[in-house]
């Protein structure tokens, strides 16, 4: 069945750091790739998605491109800040296998200044 | 815009009592789907609606159950609690059947 694997945390980085998410998938047809992040005590907000191979989803100063030779879609961002602190969920869902999402495990991040 | 509502909050249930918890999607979204959130086994599905219709369901009992209204709203039940069934219960609403799913706060329910 579909699956998401996510590189395993904590992530500790210092505030300007560079940050890198990893991200892999698993799926039977073609999927729509979603991030989203979880603040503590909160619920799940959407970070940015793509729907299609090449596709590259924005927001906040985060990027992810969904790399379909690699099925990949590894979330990016060239300077975190302190705010940032929280856990990301890296998702899927495939029409094709009839799912809603399909989450990995979740990264915990957290920037200290 | 209004977005997803989840009620209660928070609600701590008695092993073998029955919960039931409600969510209001966004004005317009006929999908809702439902996960748990537990420390040991992450996020997982527990099952999708769409316009009043269970379209999918994830590997859970049968203790586990649901239903969506003609207004959208949706509505699970867990019968016979267990301790394993404390975590935090999400709902998330779509405007169509993939994709674009917006959550709520969540109900975290705690069986003692």
């Known amino acids: 069945g579909d699956s998401v694997t996510q590189m395993e945390g904590p992530v500790t980085l210092s505030e300007e750091a560079f940050l890198t998410i990893n991200c892999t998938y698993t799926a039977t047809g073609y999927p729509s790739l979603f991030w989203y992040v979880q603040y503590p005590g909160e619920g799940l907000q959407l970070l940015l998605k793509?729907?299609?191979?090449?596709d590259k989803g924005s927001n906040k100063g985060f990027e992810a491109t969904y790399r379909k030779e690699t099925t990949s879609f590894h979330l990016e961002k060239g300077s975190v800040q302190v705010s940032d602190s929280a856990v990301y969920f890296c998702?899927?869902?495939?029409?094709?296998?009839?799912?809603?999402?399909?989450f990995g495990k979740g990264t915990t991040l957290s920037v200290s200044s | 815009k209004a977005g997803v509502t989840q009620t209660p909050r928070y609600l701590i249930k008695t092993r073998g009592q029955q919960v039931t918890l409600s969510c209001s999607p966004i004005?317009?979204?006929?999908?809702v789907s439902w996960y748990q959130q537990t420390p040991g086994q992450g996020l997982q599905f527990l099952f999708e609606y769409f316009s009043e219709t269970q379209r999918n369901k994830g590997n859970f009992p049968g203790r586990f159950s649901g239903r969506q209204f003609s207004n959208s709203r949706s509505e699970m039940n867990v019968s016979t609690l267990e301790l394993g069934d404390s975590a935090l219960y999400l709902c998330?609403?779509?405007?169509?059947?993939?994709?674009?799913?917006?959550f709520g706060s969540g109900t975290r329910l705690t069986v003692v």
């Open positions: 793509a729907t299609k191979a090449d």
């Open positions: 998330a609403s779509s405007p169509r059947t993939v994709g674009g799913y917006t």
């Open positions: 998702a899927l869902s495939d029409p094709q296998a009839g799912t809603a999402l399909i």
């Open positions: 004005s317009g979204h006929r999908s």
